[in-house]
T-cell receptor, first 112, second 115 residues
Framework: GEDVEQSLFLSVREGDSSVINCTYTDSSSTYLYWYKQEPGAGLQLLTYIFSNMDMKQDQRLTVLLNKKDKHLSLRIADTQTGDSAIYFCAEISTVRGFKTIFGAGTRLFVKA | NAGVTQTPKFQVLKTGQSMTLQCAQDMNHNSMYWYRQDPGMGLRLIYYSASEGTTDKGEVPNGYNVSRLNKREFSLRLESAAPSQTSVYFC??????????????FGSGTRLTVV
């Protein structure tokens, strides 16, 4: 099937950069997203990237898209304790009738 | 505050009971969605409504029904709750169409336990 896969956990020290990776299988995806979920809350859209872009930067966030390898990454510069959360990668799957498909989420731990 | 409002926040049901989860958005979005979130499984789409007056099944619709009451409100009904429906339910909305989607706005979720 068409899946979005992420590693489950990532631990970094405060001040370091975090890189969260995601792979997807639908080569005709049009939009790819990163969402953040804090404990007890809903998902919050962080950023999205069109499939015809390679990179998007927004303050401390950098998204890289490698369409050949179907790989998406989110880099958080100068990671803070407030960045501790679950990060979800998602894509619009044309194979699944333009449904948004979510990965299982990567839990980011930031150590002070 | 503008956004997506879900009620209730928590609910415990006995097997076989029914209930309706309510969702309302005040952003004038066309599309609305219901997802469930289970540990290690990401979010799975239950039902969606691309526009007022239309509803469609998602990935896991069995055991659920929905109503798009008007442009603002989209409710999810469990007719006969089962323990497998224990989950966190999220409502979401988006401004654009289903094919051109700049991302969702999510509610804060309803934590449902079926015993």
């Amino acid at each position: 099937g068409e899946d979005v896969e992420q590693s489950l956990f990532l631990s970094v020290r405060e001040g370091d950069s975090s890189v969260i990776n995601c792979t997807y299988t639908d080569s005709s995806s049009t939009y790819l997203y990163w969402y953040k979920q804090e404990p007890g809350a809903g998902l919050q859209l962080l950023t999205y990237i069109f499939s015809n872009m390679d990179m998007k930067q927004d303050q401390r966030l950098t998204v890289l898209l490698n369409k050949k390898d179907k790989h998406l990454s989110l880099r958080i510069a100068d990671t803070q304790t407030g960045d501790s959360a679950i990060y979800f990668c998602a894509e619009i799957s044309t194979v699944r009738g333009f449904k948004t498909i979510f990965g299982a989420g990567t839990r980011l731990f930031v150590k002070a | 505050n503008a956004g997506v409002t879900q009620t209730p926040k928590f609910q415990v049901l006995k097997t076989g009971q029914s209930m309706t989860l309510q969702c309302a958005q005040d952003m004038n979005h066309n599309s609305m969605y219901w997802y469930r979130q289970d540990p290690g499984m990401g979010l799975r789409l239950i039902y969606y409504s691309a526009s007022e007056g239309t509803t469609d099944k998602g990935e896991v619709p069995n055991g659920y029904n929905v109503s798009r009451l008007n442009k603002r409100e989209f409710s999810l009904r469990l007719e006969s709750a089962a323990p497998s429906q224990t989950s966190v339910y999220f409502c979401a909305s988006s401004e654009q169409s289903v094919t051109d989607n700049y991302g969702y706005t999510f509610g804060s979720g309803t934590r449902l336990t079926v015993v």
